[in-house]
């Protein structure tokens, strides 16, 4: 017989606590419409709680379950969660705890940021979005789409690595919070 991993239920509390902070502030997101952007970004915290104790396989299940559960609530708007304040928290501190060094992890989520900005630009283009309007508050006489795209991936992979920066730093404060127990 098997013997059953004692610490279990701690691992399924967590990821389970995590999981509901994430999925209340994502569908918040969905609902209050002022703050999509902030709420989303709060729903990394449930991603981090359970990280904060070394649960790296939990937190991993929770931001699928989570991204699952809120695609039936939220629709669509469940992929900025997926691939930004769950699939990229994860990886930040995934990355972060194996000690990988810097300039390596600097790479892939370049890289990480290029893929996930060209999934919604296209997704955007393929639900309707016309970046043609876009001349109205840009002289697009000038710029060509193709500047238009990499300005705006320029632009995305900042805000992306400011955001590796914030979740180290919140990490570090909650990880501070939680009791060694």
Not at 24 to 37: E, R
Not at 117 to 143: A, C, P, W
Request: glycine content about 6%; proline content about 2%.
């Amino acid at each position: 017989m098997k013997r059953i991993n004692k610490d279990i239920g701690k691992r399924v509390a967590y990821a389970g606590i995590g999981g509901a902070i994430s999925l209340m502030f994502v569908t918040l997101s969905y609902f209050v419409d002022m703050f999509t952007i902030t709420l989303q970004a709060a729903a990394a915290v449930g991603v981090i709680v359970p990280i904060t104790k070394k649960y790296f396989r939990e937190a991993g299940i929770m931001v699928l379950a989570v991204s699952g559960i809120s695609f039936f609530i939220v629709n669509l708007n469940c992929l900025l969660f997926l691939f930004i304040s769950g699939g990229f928290t994860y990886l930040t501190l995934l990355l972060s705890e194996k000690k990988v060094k810097y300039y390596i992890t600097l790479i892939g989520k370049i890289i990480y940021a290029n893929l996930v900005f060209l999934l919604f630009y296209k997704g955007v283009k393929l639900l309707g979005l016309d970046f043609s309007r876009l001349s109205e508050y840009i002289n697009t006489d000038l710029l060509s789409p193709a500047i238009i795209y990499i300005v705006l991936d320029l632009i995305f992979c900042f805000v992306i690595l400011v955001w590796d920066w914030i979740v180290l730093y919140l990490f570090k404060y909650i990880e501070k919070r939680i009791p060694n127990k």
